[in-house]
């Protein structure tokens, strides 16, 4: 968990309320309340000017919500519910939207993306590269050769594996410490781990997937734009059994998977 100074959490939950839907002067208004816990429109333009016309159109529209109560008396007074209740009431909120969302996704265009033999195809970012790697595991049929890092299986990706290993895939997982290969083992038994030619950790790798024999992709740790601390990771796939990277990487593994098999 990230520790925040109350200025830091300020810009932090302005712009979270933000990403959640609500304008900029309605995030700074329920903040401003919270801070107050109850208050006139005066009460709140005096912690960090936001204009009074605002704070009544922010403040009816978060009334509207139900994160704040309003007392009509001269002037009008208000005050705002729990901070708990806020948050219960933002996730469902979040979820009935995603849901609806999801709803209307599955009535637009194909069900599927058209992916093509030839080329390659870039993601950035580890939140996109991992949605990728879930979105490949969840895909496959057969088999699925992994090299990853520690800090790059998460979860969510270990969830995915044992849902394949259920379903019967064939996995064959690298790259990992001693330590998670212990966990990975525990939690899906089936997993088959193997040695690589390369030294994973010791570079700037991240991960490298093969699924079917039919889709590949490659990422790597790359410095962020916050500097040396701020890493960031990168990404080519490509599908289809004659797609470039797919027959590369293919002959490579093919070749080292029986070549283990046979060992």
Known sequence: MVAFDEEQAEAEALDRLQD???????AQTLINLLQLGTGTAQ?????NGVPRTRVYEAADRLHELGFVDIQHTTPRKFTVISKETIVRMLNTKRETTITELRECLEEIGPAQPQREQFGVWTVTSREA??????EFIAEADDQIVYMTVDELLTDPHLDAL??????????YLAGISEAVEDRVREEV?????FETLWEWQDTPAGSLLITDEETA????LVNGTGGADDIEETAIWGAGDRNSLVVVLRAIFTWRLDDTRSA
Do not use: C, K, N
């Open 20 to 26: 959640l839907g609500l304008s900029q002067y309605e």
């Open 43 to 47: 009460d709140i333009t005096r912690i």
């Open 129 to 134: 590269v991992a949605a990728r790697i879930d």
């Open 162 to 171: 044992q849902a394949a290993a259920d379903r019967g895939v064939e996995i």
């Open 189 to 193: 038994p089936s997993i088959d781990i």
């Open 217 to 220: 992709l490659v990422s790597a």
